[in-house]
């Protein structure tokens, strides 16, 4: 069986591609390497080097594919605040390619990186898939565009695309330089500089840190599950919400706190009563278990 993963370089994709290798399906990644990294390349994965808002040179890359992960993207929301026409063009334009190119060639399912992001500030928690989303950033938009088309495609070409929201994914590989949801490794990075631990805001806003290895198990079991036809909308992250100062906490560093920025989520915690249902998913990894284990792979990598 042979499967496509866009975005296969990057922290989420490294990842799965290499537990798709793991369990011996034949595995082809496209990555323009904008935020992807060679060095997480699965040598074993057939890569090309393509950005997906190229219609025409991805195409024939989805040939005699069985199944596709899009995970490409743009993932940071004060990108997008600053650049709200280019990050557009990754998130909006270069996902209808990836659907289309799917949908040319058949595949028999595409699953599709979302974002918790789409819900905007709610006024209850955990956050539901039967909420109305409210985003507040570009990229929170352009997300919930990437789930209608998902539902679009799959109801007016037959081509099943499942959307899976996932909520402040951490782990090793994270972006260190990211100020956004991957804010763990920033924090990695500062201490290791002797630098304070910047914190946007109060500190007192919280995520649903979700460890990237229940992650990927979610990604493989919503392309098994056979009693998935498309169009639904699972959310992927923690029942438990960890404030960034508690975050900070567990980093340990001295603390310095800048304004609020536009667009950032104060809160999110996720109902993940769908994604048991339909998937027979929850996640495994406790948030200190998985910031040790983030923690120790930095170690690593800086040496």
Known sequence: MKILVTGGAGFIGSHLVDRLI???????????????????????????????????????????????????????????????????????????????????????RVVFASSSSVYGNQKELPLRETMMPGPISPYALQKLVGEQFANLFTQLYNTPIISLRYFNVFGPRTDLDSD???????????????????????????????????????????MKKEKLKGGEVINIGSEKSFSVNFLAKLIEGQIQYLPPRPG????????????????????????????????????????
Do not use: M
Not at 188 to 211: A, H, M, V, W
Not at 269 to 277: C, E
């Open 22 to 108: 793991e369990e011996e399906y034949k595995v082809v990644v496209i990555d323009n390497l904008s935020t992807g990294k060679k060095e997480n390349l699965n040598p074993k994965a057939d890569f090309y080097n393509l950005d997906i808002c190229d219609f025409e040179k991805i195409k024939p890359i989805f040939q005699d594919i069985d199944y596709v992960f899009h995970l490409a993207a743009i993932p940071r929301v004060p990108i997008s605040v600053e650049d709200p026409v280019g990050t557009s063009k990754a998130n909006i334009l270069g996902t209808v390619n990836v659907f289309k190119a799917a949908s040319d060639n058949k595949i028999k």
């Open 180 to 222: 956004y949801s991957l804010v763990i490794g920033k924090f990695l990075k500062q201490k290791s500089q002797n630098k304070p631990l910047t914190i946007f805001g109060d500190g007192e806003q919280t995520r649903g840190f979700c460890y990237v290895d229940d992650v990927v198990e979610a990604d493989i079991k919503a």
């Open 264 to 303: 950032d989520v104060l809160h999110t915690k996720a109902d993940i009563t769908l994604a048991k249902n339909l998937l027979n998913w929850e996640p495994k990894t406790s948030f200190e278990e998985g910031i040790k284990k983030t923690k120790e792979w930095f170690e690593n990598y800086k040496n």
